[in-house]
């Protein structure tokens, strides 16, 4: 989409990416689509949209972007709806389970920093008591009593 101009763009701005405030007749609008092509996606669960109280669909920038992506994937590369919606699911996936990536990293990161602490304070406490080993040797040693002449 190069040099167009992002119609929902000033409302991403000014409203969060998964907050549904578009009616089916914008987002069809926003994403160049017929409403009754929104419908079916929705049945076909490409696309779920917030719903109202009422039932009424409400879509999100993100949905209206993942919308443009479902018409580019069908119209530029070929993909028919099922694989589309696999792609969708397969992408889903992949952004949960980096999210849990970085989830274990962060844990990871504050364990160590918890065990370098509790070593060195178990260091520094003991510090006078410890001695100090050298490798152990594998040389036999035989003891012998010495004789009292």
């Given at each position: 989409m190069?040099?167009a101009?992002d119609?929902?763009?000033?409302?991403?701005?000014?409203?969060?990416e998964?907050?549904p405030?578009?009616?089916?007749?914008?987002a069809?609008?926003?994403a160049?689509?017929?409403?009754?092509?929104?419908?079916?996606?929705?049945?076909?669960?490409?696309?779920?949209?917030?719903?109202t109280?009422?039932?009424?669909r409400?879509?999100?920038?993100?949905?209206?972007?993942?919308?443009?992506?479902?018409?580019r994937?069908s119209?530029?590369?070929?993909?028919?709806?099922?694989?589309?919606k696999?792609?969708i699911?397969?992408e889903?996936?992949v952004?949960a389970?980096?999210?849990?990536?970085?989830?274990?990293?962060?844990e990871l990161?504050h364990?160590?920093?918890?065990?370098?602490?509790?070593?060195a304070?178990?260091?520094?406490?003991?510090?006078?008591d410890?001695?100090?080993?050298?490798?152990?040797?594998?040389?036999?040693?035989?003891?012998?009593p010495?004789s009292?002449?």
């Amino acid at each position: 989409m190069t040099g167009a101009v992002d119609p929902t763009q000033g409302a991403a701005r000014s409203v969060a990416e998964d907050a549904p405030v578009f009616v089916i007749s914008v987002a069809a609008e926003l994403a160049g689509m017929h409403a009754q092509t929104l419908r079916q996606y929705d049945r076909l669960g490409l696309v779920s949209p917030g719903r109202t109280a009422g039932g009424g669909r409400r879509y999100s920038p993100r949905d209206v972007a993942l919308l443009r992506e479902v018409q580019r994937l069908s119209q530029e590369d070929g993909v028919n709806l099922a694989g589309i919606k696999r792609i969708i699911e397969l992408e889903s996936q992949v952004e949960a389970l980096q999210a849990r990536v970085h989830e274990l990293l962060d844990e990871l990161e504050h364990s160590e920093r918890g065990r370098i602490a509790a070593e060195a304070a178990i260091s520094a406490a003991y510090r006078a008591d410890l001695v100090p080993q050298r490798r152990p040797s594998s040389a036999l040693v035989v003891w012998r009593p010495r004789s009292s002449r």
